[in-house]
Structure formats: structure tokens, C-alpha cells
């Protein structure tokens, strides 16, 4: 039953397979959440994760991590009781010629609803919301890694 799952393509959810091409690889990110997430669900992927980008065959570069809340919807006694809660990464990956494998940006958002009475109830609320769009933006990044290699094509040699 496993030759079989793993011969159609099937994998454990959250681990996707790495490009050979890549599967040694430096993640930088001033943003250590999601860096801390993507080296463990890179690692759990097959792939080596190193801290220098000069022992590495490429390079996450996690640029301009955001995590915005804005208002949504507001009572009638004019206070909040909604928010659009969105995370915002744009990376880029870079193999050891310095060559751009892929350049994205990835979102995920969440509407937040509350009572505006009920602060601390919120905020665990919100922190909940905050850390399950961590996991998605992760997911959403290492797909689109694992489908590099569709992209880097092997250099063919004419006689």
C-alpha cells in the first residue's frame, strides 16, 4: 500500500517534496516565526537547511513579512467589533549562481469578529487566527518551492 501511495505522488500532508536542485538551502528572514516554521516543515520535507547561504545550493529570502489588522466593522456605539486580519510575505528563491528561481508574494487573511467587552478573550482569539495564518503562508510557501523544479530544466547538450 506505502509503494504504491508514494509512486502516485502522494505525500504526508506538509511535506512536499524539495527539488533535488535545491534541497540544500539557507532561509533568511528577519521574521523568526515563519522562519523558525519553514526550516522545520523544509527539514521535514527531505531538504537540508543550513545557516549559511555559501554552504547552500539556494536561498529563501523571506522580504517585507507583514502581519496587517484593519478595521472591518464597527457597532453602534462606534467601537470595533471586526477586523480583516492578513499576513503578507514576498520571497524569493536563489540558487548558488545567484540565479532567481522563483520571485512571489503569498496572503493569507481572516476575518475577526469579537465583542469589543471581551478583551482578553480576543486577544487569544486573534493570536489564534494569528498563528493558524503562519501555518497557511508556511504551506502556501512550500508549495510553491516544491514546484521549482518543473522550472529549472536541464541544460541539453547539441552536437
Same mark, same amino acid.
Given at each position: 500500500?506505502?509503494? !504504491?501511495? +508514494?509512486?502516485?505522488?502522494?505525500?504526508?500532508?506538509?511535506?512536499?517534496?524539495?527539488?533535488e536542485?535545491?534541497?540544500?538551502?539557507?532561509?533568511? #528572514?528577519?521574521?523568526?516565526?515563519?522562519? !523558525? *516554521?519553514?526550516?522545520?516543515?523544509? !527539514?521535514?520535507?527531505? $531538504?537540508? /537547511?543550513?545557516g #549559511? $547561504?555559501?554552504?547552500a545550493? &539556494?536561498?529563501? @529570502?523571506? *522580504?517585507? /513579512?507583514?502581519?496587517?489588522? =484593519?478595521?472591518?466593522?464597527?457597532?453602534d456605539?462606534?467601537?470595533?467589533?471586526?477586523? +480583516?486580519?492578513?499576513?503578507?510575505?514576498?520571497?524569493? /528563491?536563489?540558487? &548558488?549562481?545567484?540565479? +532567481?528561481?522563483?520571485?512571489?508574494t503569498?496572503? +493569507?487573511?481572516?476575518?475577526?469578529?469579537? @465583542?469589543? @467587552?471581551l478583551?482578553?478573550?480576543?486577544?487569544?482569539?486573534?493570536? #489564534?487566527?494569528?498563528?493558524d495564518?503562519?501555518?497557511?503562508?508556511?504551506?502556501?510557501?512550500?508549495?510553491? %518551492?516544491?514546484?521549482?523544479?518543473? !522550472? %529549472? #530544466?536541464?541544460?541539453?547538450? =547539441?552536437?
Open positions: 500500500l506505502s509503494v !504504491s501511495l +508514494t509512486a502516485c505522488g502522494f505525500h504526508l500532508r506538509g511535506q512536499l517534496p524539495i527539488p536542485e535545491i534541497n540544500v538551502i539557507n532561509v533568511k #528572514s528577519s521574521e523568526r516565526d515563519l522562519q !523558525s *516554521r519553514l526550516v522545520d516543515a523544509l !527539514s521535514f520535507s527531505g $531538504a537540508t /537547511v543550513v #549559511s $547561504a555559501t554552504d545550493l &539556494a536561498v529563501l @529570502d523571506l *522580504r517585507n /513579512v507583514r502581519y496587517d489588522r =484593519t478595521v472591518r466593522t464597527i457597532d456605539r462606534g467601537k470595533v467589533n471586526g477586523y +480583516t486580519l492578513q499576513y503578507i510575505v514576498n520571497f524569493t /528563491v536563489v540558487n &548558488a549562481d545567484g540565479d +532567481t528561481l522563483r520571485e512571489s503569498v496572503v +493569507t487573511q481572516r476575518d475577526f469578529n469579537f @465583542d469589543p @467587552d478583551v482578553l478573550q480576543a486577544e487569544i482569539e486573534e493570536e #489564534s487566527l494569528r498563528e495564518m503562519l501555518t497557511d503562508v508556511t504551506q502556501q510557501i512550500l508549495r510553491q %518551492i516544491s514546484t521549482i523544479v518543473s !522550472s %529549472i #530544466s536541464p541544460v541539453s547538450q =547539441t552536437g
